[in-house]
């Protein structure tokens, strides 16, 4: 064994720290493991507790430690804190439960009950589920949209209830509309038993649309199963929602159609989501439409031949009686020949041109979706007859002629309108119906109609022919004598010509414009007439007086 004794005596300050130090650790190292011993495990969600806590105690643990202590037990520490899941704990009052219980669909909350359960039941499982973590920790989970109630027992039999209701997760339906429309700001969501309820202002009718659509289908997801859930006993008030509202129903089959509001596969206590639209539009767009409709009727008359006069028609038919009294028909006839029986042949010339003019410009301002109506022209009742029990009856039916507009403009984005437009350009025609029923004889009224109807799409103050037609009806009739009018050359004094001819032309144009009221009234036309004077009106013959002299106002 070698000597120590001369190595302890020249070494004696060092062992003694080495033995110092050793003791220490080994002192140390006995704690810590008392302090990470491992508890009997119970439950998976009854180990779970908040973070925020574990948080403040790790803090307020670190702020204690001297500086000197060891860190890097305390970075083998901290991670195991942080380590922990997030579990949201309400905490209520002894021998108190809340009466009604809100959760969104797809979270989940930790319900601490003020007794020991013994047993629960849900009513409607495909609302929601739980799970009985401890005797008074209830995890509930909202599956889908509707309402159902929880029944708790406690260890002596008594039982609570707990309505509950699963709501949209509004905020994954706000995060959409933020990157859908990120220029809306001011849209509000509210949840109201399973319905989207949208407030709030838009910039305008496209948008508000959008969202509406946009809602619809973020409901459709949540909804489970297909079919329409029961029958109809009320109808919604809400036009937006669509559907029916039944307190009760029975599941059925078939494709899930948002506009009714159906939830398939659901139990009778369920409530049907809906999209409740109170959205308000904050500048609502108008559009003033301008239509010009433009139509000539060219008509054409020639008229040559011989045709037989009696005696009651002498008078009449000759040259000086047509050019100077000026004949109805505006025909010159020469009378040829009459003998005592007083008949005899006329030869008639007649030519007869006419042009009609039609040029109507409707302007009329009507909101974006809208419809606006415009006519000029007047209204003809035509009598219907039918027979009854007692008799035949007549009734009227009322038509309308004249120049007609009907058009429904649609704002779109970026100036842009969409326009439903059908135009209508009416008129009495002058051969009338000859109706017969019976023994009697009824003339009715013809009514010519030339209408277009189509949709168009345009910019601001842009024009566009919507519509055109070009007619030209050409009518020729001979009547001549038998025989006789097929003699070359003389054949021309046995019949008689006419030539007729209708050319129609119609253009119709129109052109929206976006605009807005003023404040400020426009002029009328009537603001600057002044009545004449009696000297003005009688020496001068005027129709209207001069205005008086402007005041001038002299500054101050």
Known sequence: MPNLVPFYSGHRPWVVACLFWSCSQGV????????LTVKPAVDASARAESRAPVKRVTKATNDLQPKGSDKKSARTAQPKALAQPVVVKSVLPANRLPVVLDIAAGRAHVLVLPFAASRVAVGNPQVADFTLVKNNEL???????????????????ESRTVNLTVGVNLGVFADVLSRVLPHEKDIKLTSASGSIVLSGMVSDAIAADSVVNLAQAFLQQLQPGSGFGGQASALS???????NNSPSGTPGSGATNPQAGGLGNLSANSQRAQVINLMRIRDPQQVMLDVKIAEISKTLLDKLGVKGVERG??????????????????????LLGAGVTGKGAMLEAKKNDGLVKILAEPTIVAMSGHEGK?????????????????GPTVTLDEREFGVGLKFVPTVLDGGRVSLRVASEVSEISKEPLVMSVGTSTSILPAITTRNVSTTVQL?????????????????????????????????????STEFNSELTELIVVVSPRLVSATDKPPSLPTDNFVPPSRAQLLLEGKMEGSPPPAQLVPKK
């Open 237 to 243: 008030s809400n036009p937006q929602a669509g559907g």
């Open 313 to 334: 028609d002498l008078m009449r038919w000759n040259i000086i009686s047509n050019v100077v009294g000026g004949a109805s028909d505006g025909s010159l006839g020469v």
């Open 28 to 35: 140390w190292a006995l704690e810590t493991r008392e302090s």
């Open 459 to 495: 910019r601001d103050n842009q024009s566009l022919v919507i519509g055109g037609l070009m007619r030209n009806n050409i009518t020729e009739s001979i009547k001549a004598f038998p025989l006789l009018g097929e003699i070359p050359i003389l054949g021309a004094l046995f019949r």
């Open 374 to 390: 415009f006519l000029v022209g007047g209204k003809v009742f035509i009598p219907i007859t039918q027979n009854g029990g007692n």
């Open 139 to 157: 995890y509930i989970l909202g599956k889908s949209v509707g309402a159902t109630n929880l029944i708790l027992w406690d260890k002596t039999g």
